[in-house]
């Protein structure tokens, strides 16, 4: 009969049974972009969507995030399909619901960085009041919103930033609504980081997308990205390589200033592309993490189930 360990012990002289050395730990490395990029992107050739996708990429590889350390959220939309494309932690939710998914994910895992991805219908259409909801509580999370003046996947519908007069499958003689402007709704719900981009831009989207990811609150960029085939040309006038003009919101601009943000907000197309508005405040975060810390304070030592029974309790 073979003998226990216990028996091998109490037999063998401690210093001669080995120690089993646990293997070196592995220098956590950031992924990178091959490890990353998942599917190939079901988007039509030209769409500006795999611009934004790839300097997400670019992202994630140059500040060195790992699976552990962020997820990507959208709801539904061809741009929505974004977390698809992404080999790392997504949610592909319901349409305009992404804000929701993504502020829940922030609240009970505030140490992650949550990146929620929509366009112009599924942000401020259906999903018009959680743009507005998550701005005012002032979530940490970013929210890139590829906007292309069109609902895209439902084949040309007129979405809440075409411009008047866009014909589409909703308004065969011309948008008559007036068009939202992303920055000012932004702004005047709450949001603590606005800005805007374009796809067309690459250096420029990566440069807000890391500022972005470095406030602590809730981060708003408007990323014009053109539907190649729904609205064509729709952002010729933003992009120098097609005679239009890239103009960075001025230097002097005091960031902390919301009337002079919510003014250049007001540009006539193409606008201004930069930072217009970046502001400290306590976010729902750390409000809750306050509330929450407190509340375990009255409960310090007892088992979940007595916490239980002491809710119950106080009902009767
Ligand atoms: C509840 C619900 N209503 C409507 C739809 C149909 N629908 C799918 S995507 C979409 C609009 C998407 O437009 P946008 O967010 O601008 O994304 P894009 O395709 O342009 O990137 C609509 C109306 C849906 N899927 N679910
Ligand atoms: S329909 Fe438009 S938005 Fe959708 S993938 Fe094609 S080009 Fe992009
Ligand atoms: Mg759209």
Not at 53 to 73: M, P, Q
Not at 187 to 208: E, K, Q, Y
Not at 261 to 285: C, E, R, S
């Amino acid at each position: 009969m073979s003998e226990t360990i216990t028996e091998v012990r109490a037999r063998v002289p401690q210093s001669e049974i080995p120690v089993a050395v646990p293997p070196p730990v592995a220098e956590r490395k950031g992924l990178t972009k091959k490890e990353i990029a998942a599917d190939h992107p079901t988007w039509c050739p030209g769409c500006g969507d795999f611009s934004v996708l790839a300097l997400y990429f670019k992202l994630i590889e140059k500040r060195k995030l790992g699976h552990e350390d962020f997820v990507s959220v959208a709801g539904i939309g061809c741009s929505s399909r974004f977390p698809y494309f992404v080999q790392a932690h997504g949610v592909h939710f319901i349409h305009g619901r992404a804000l929701s998914f993504g502020s829940g994910i922030s609240l009970s895992r505030p140490d992650l960085h949550v990146f929620v991805f929509g366009g112009d219908g599924d942000a401020f259409s259906i999903g018009g009041n959680h743009f507005t909801h998550t701005a005012r509580k002032n979530v940490k999370l970013t929210y890139v919103v590829m906007d292309n003046w069109v609902y895209g996947l439902t084949k040309k519908q007129t979405s809440p930033t075409s411009p008047l007069g866009f014909k589409s499958k909703t308004d065969q003689w011309g948008a008559v609504d007036y068009p939202i402007n992303p920055i000012k709704q932004a702004i005047s719900a709450g949001a603590t980081f606005v800005a805007r981009t374009t796809s067309t831009n690459p250096n420029h989207v990566l440069a807000m997308m890391e500022a972005a990811m470095d406030h602590d609150g809730f981060s708003f960029i408007e990323c014009l990205s053109e539907c190649v085939e729904f609205y064509e040309g729709a952002f010729d006038a933003a992009n120098p390589r097609k005679g239009g003009m890239f103009m960075e919101i001025p230097k002097n601009h005091d960031t902390t200033d919301e009337v002079n943000a919510y003014q250049l907000a007001g540009a006539d197309f193409p606008g201004y592309f930069g930072i217009f508005y970046n502001v400290n405040k306590p976010t729902k975060n750390a409000k809750e993490a306050d509330i929450n810390k407190a509340a375990m304070e009255k409960v310090k030592g007892l088992k979940d189930w007595q916490i239980l029974q002491k809710n119950f309790d106080r009902l009767r």
